[in-house]
């Protein structure tokens, strides 16, 4: 039986200087740009699907027009019977 570790060996990368307190390595500014330019770019992207769902209708709304066109039917149907009834 195999475990995670197994399966996914750890990667062999720059490790963080330790000892004289910096704590970097010579890619960790790049590295930590381009996660900003992600996260920058996330931001934008979850704003304009907020935007595009405000405009969309919520499902309360929908559910109220197909209970209105159902009680109009209903109507309808009443009206139609009744006229039925009287022309008897």
């Given at each position: 039986m195999s475990s995670a570790a197994d399966a996914f060996?750890?990667?062999?990368?720059?490790?963080?200087?330790?000892?004289?307190?910096?704590?970097?390595?010579?890619a960790m500014e790049a590295r930590i740009t381009k996660l900003e330019e992600i996260a920058d770019d996330t931001r934008a992207a979850?704003?304009?699907?907020?935007v595009k769902l405000d405009s969309k209708p919520d499902q309360g709304w929908i559910?109220?027009?197909i209970c209105v066109i159902f009680g109009?039917?209903?109507?309808?149907i009443a009206a139609?019977?009744?006229i039925f009834t009287l022309i008897r």
């Amino acid at each position: 039986m195999s475990s995670a570790a197994d399966a996914f060996p750890p990667r062999k990368q720059n490790t963080l200087k330790s000892g004289d307190g910096n704590g970097i390595f010579d890619a960790m500014e790049a590295r930590i740009t381009k996660l900003e330019e992600i996260a920058d770019d996330t931001r934008a992207a979850l704003a304009m699907i907020n935007v595009k769902l405000d405009s969309k209708p919520d499902q309360g709304w929908i559910i109220n027009i197909i209970c209105v066109i159902f009680g109009l039917v209903l109507a309808a149907i009443a009206a139609t019977a009744g006229i039925f009834t009287l022309i008897r």
